[in-house]
């Protein structure tokens, strides 16, 4: 089952290529660049693997569930820079590290510290063996946008993490110490599971959530941020705009445009000009006159197709809250590098506490894969 995550991986950020290019490795792929790599890679896969390995079985009897958390940061914070969420200007930038260098860091890893438990160190490596082949030796890579990349790299281990679950005998579970509630008390029955056609289900949503708000779907959901359209549209509600060709906007549509850096939602007036040449006029509803600025064909996003009342505030109070907490680390760096110092530090003194409180020779008596 890991080699075959690994796999479906694989393939999903081939098929994203097929639709976003692809570009070139930019790993030397001469004799002595290949033997160097592949010695590079291998040793630090191994080493990765067993230390992961090692820790996961020693660590998790008691509570496998914190263990595999704090192990999980623990290999993710060994590849992702802690001074990398201090080094950012801007939230924009800082999402695109989170969401690209932490998160599908932090995926991979909960997936590969899982497979430890239940299969030692060969199940990481079957796990993420294929990944560093293909990211190491791969001609080719995918060029994908920091958003599709987030995307594949949460989403598949996630669901991967989900179906292990699900098909991991009871037996299994019990003996590394999930323990589970059962249906009858007198005998152990098939233990209550999460279902997988569930967790399925949510991770679809979340995908239809953000190809919604990407636009691969081809329409754009906008929150409007302004007044200037009342009463067609007031600020909070959320703005469905559909791909739409400039010839076929007429008068009276309301559409979506660039305005140097920014997407405006106003009302069209009037149009002049034929076909190429077109300019269309627009006004805000509320506003008194026509917006001075002519919208050129290759500026227009889309049109209006319907609106939907006051959702959007919910993304305007989580900005908000966002930007102010944003704010308030930029302006004491130094608070925010001790808080992620102290957690950091009670991740190793957790670890720690718990590699000496192991049990006497645990792994050798209960763990077939390594023995004396």
Not at 81 to 95: K, M, N, Q, R, V
Not at 100 to 118: D, H, P, Q, S
Not at 223 to 238: E, H, L, Q, T
Not at 325 to 351: G, K
């Amino acid at each position: 089952m890991a080699g075959l995550i690994a796999v479906v991986q694989i393939f999903v950020l081939i098929d994203a290529g097929l639709f976003t290019g692809f570009g070139e490795s930019p790993v030397s792929f001469a004799p002595r660049g290949l033997t160097l790599n592949f010695i590079f890679a291998l040793s630090t896969l191994l080493g990765t693997e067993l230390s992961r390995a090692y820790l996961m079985k020693n660590l998790s009897k008691k509570k496998p569930f914190l263990a595999l958390g704090i192990v999980t940061l623990l290999y993710t914070f060994m590849n992702v820079p802690i001074f990398g969420f201090l080094t950012f200007t801007d939230p924009l930038t800082f999402s695109k590290f989170l969401g690209t260098g932490f998160l599908t860091v932090f995926t991979e890893n909960l997936l590969a510290c899982y497979l430890a438990i239940l299969g030692g160190p060969l199940a990481s490596l079957a796990y993420r063996g294929p990944l560093q082949a293909f990211q190491w030796f791969s001609p080719m890579l995918p060029d994908l946008p920091w958003g599709y990349e987030a995307l594949i790299g949460v989403m598949i281990p996630t669901i991967g993490f989900t179906a292990l679950n699900h098909f991991t005998p009871q037996k299994l579970l019990r003996k590394i110490g999930i323990t589970t509630q059962t249906r009858n008390l007198r005998q152990f029955t098939k233990t209550k599971k999460p279902s997988i056609r569930g967790w399925t289900i949510v991770s679809v949503l979340c995908v239809l959530i953000v190809w919604t708000s990407t636009g691969l779907l081809g329409f754009y959901p906008t929150v409007v941020a302004s007044g200037s359209m009342r009463p067609a549209m007031d600020i909070g509600d959320i703005a469905i705009v559909v791909s739409a060709d400039p010839i076929e906007i007429q008068v009276g549509d309301i559409i979506q445009y660039w305005q140097g850096e920014e997407m405006t939602l106003h009302r069209v007036v009037e149009i002049t000009g034929k076909g190429d040449s077109r300019l269309f006029i627009t006004k805000g509803d509320d506003n008194p006159i026509p917006d001075t600025y002519r919208v050129l064909p290759d500026q227009i996003r889309g049109k209006l197709i319907f609106t939907i009342p006051k959702l959007g505030w919910i993304s305007i109070y989580t900005k908000t809250a966002i930007a102010s907490i944003w704010s308030f680390f930029s302006a004491n760096t130094i608070l925010a590098y001790v808080m992620l110092t102290t957690v950091t530090s009670m991740a190793s003194l957790y670890i720690i506490h718990a590699y000496k409180n192991r049990p006497h020779r645990y792994w050798q008596r209960n763990r077939g894969w390594l023995r004396k």
